[in-house]
């Protein structure tokens, strides 16, 4: 099956710092890529949707300058939470799909905790 | 009200027991529904997708009420390896997930 990385897997960093989170994906060529965000006992909510070469497309309420999303490639996603906070921690997951509306294949995620 | 809402248990069973939940979802236009599963501080992995006419695989069988807007998932002899938070998906161009419902089984 298709397989989705990401890295780091968990991420500790203090109040005010950037924190790089890269998604990719390793045996197909992923156009579409998702970044969701999950607290606790909560649903994974979606962020933004970014296509190759384009660029993100972010939900209600997700300000784009604070969580930069770069899909340079047909592998390569990154999210950038910039200057992060207490409230920025959660858990980070992408998912990658060959084209919008295909199946979503799941990374494993990153735990970020802001100090 | 949220687009897809689940009864977040915890559904405790035995092993061997049969467990069954719902979940509702708002958009009476929605087309395409699944079931997801969650194990502790995993990503969520697709267990199933929920056709119009129910479907069936191995012990989960997945039913789709259009009427009343919801959809269900039954497991039949429970394994304590089932034990995980089952997320309902709704895919209207976007996945919505609900917030998962869990099932604790016991030996």
């Known amino acids: 099956g298709a397989v989705v990385s990401q890295h780091p897997s968990w991420v500790i960093c203090k109040s005010g710092t950037s924190v790089k989170i890269e998604c990719r994906s390793l045996?197909?060529?992923?156009?579409?890529m998702f970044w969701y965000r999950q607290f606790p006992k909560q649903s994974l909510m979606l962020m933004a949707t970014?296509?190759?070469?384009?660029?993100?497309?972010?939900e209600q309420g997700v300000e784009k300058d604070k969580f930069l999303i770069n899909h340079a490639s047909l592998t390569l996603s990154t999210l950038t939470v910039t200057s992060a906070h207490p409230e920025d921690s959660s858990f980070y997951i992408c998912?990658?799909?060959?084209?919008?509306?295909?199946?979503?294949?799941f990374g494993p995620g990153t735990r970020l905790t802001v100090t | 009200r949220k687009e897809v809402e689940q009864d977040p248990g915890p559904f405790n069973v035995p092993e061997g027991a049969t467990v069954a939940f719902n979940c509702t979802y708002s958009?009476?236009?929605?087309?395409?529904f699944f079931w997801y599963r969650q194990d502790c501080r995993k990503e969520p992995k697709l267990l199933m997708s929920?056709?119009?006419s129910g479907n069936e695989d191995g012990r989960f069988t997945a039913q789709l009420n259009r009427a009343s807007q919801y959809i269900s998932l039954l497991i039949r002899d429970s394994k304590l390896s089932d034990s995980a938070t089952y997320l309902c998906?709704?895919?209207?161009?976007?996945?919505?997930f609900g917030a998962g419902t869990t099932v604790t089984v016991r030996a």
């Open positions: 998912s990658a799909s060959v084209a919008e509306n295909y199946e979503q294949y």
């Open positions: 045996d197909f060529q992923a156009t579409t």
């Open positions: 970014s296509n190759e070469g384009s660029k993100a497309t972010y």
């Open positions: 929920v056709y119009s």
């Open positions: 998906v709704v895919n209207d161009y976007k996945l919505s």
């Open positions: 958009n009476s236009a929605s087309q395409s």
